[in-house]
């Protein structure tokens, strides 16, 4: 296989921004949660302790957001339809693992004997619906 080494630094960035923006979250965020919490706790005649500085709401807060911004990238460039030439000729158009070679969802391979495949894959291999075309 042909590698590309710049996959692994696009998925340390996307981590390191998901981070970033987790990080900052719950200052962003916080309040509209506190308020939220105070008029339901009052609603429900709950005697909620409102601290400022609850650090498990952070921390939640920044994972949580961590998590669905990761999830949202990945599902984002997990659809774009990828080219992959080995080295021995073959060939591989559709969507793959992302940042991996490892093919999964719906793509055409055509091997060097000039056999073809279109149709779904599931961690490299051909699975579900598709159409196999051999050359004799």
């Not at 998925?11 to 990080?23: A, E, V």
């Not at 999830?71 to 559709?94: C, R």
Request: glycine fraction near 8%; proline fraction near 2%; include cysteine.
């Amino acid at each position: 296989m042909i590698k590309d080494t710049s996959n692994k630094y696009k998925k340390r960035l996307i981590n390191i921004i998901c981070g970033i923006i987790g990080f900052i979250s719950p200052v962003l965020l916080k309040i509209p949660i506190l308020s939220l919490i105070n008029t339901a706790s009052y609603i429900l005649s709950l005697d909620y302790y409102n601290e400022d500085s609850n650090i498990w709401l952070d921390i939640m807060i920044m994972v949580l957001v961590f998590r669905l911004l990761r999830k949202i990238i990945y599902y984002f460039i997990g659809n774009i339809k990828h080219t992959i030439v080995y080295e021995d000729g073959s060939k591989y158009v559709g969507t793959t693992i992302p940042f991996t070679e490892i093919r999964n969802g719906s793509g055409s391979a055509q091997w060097t004997n000039g056999d073809k495949y279109y149709g779904d894959f599931k961690d490299n291999f051909r699975t579900g619906d598709g159409v196999l075309i051999k050359v004799k």
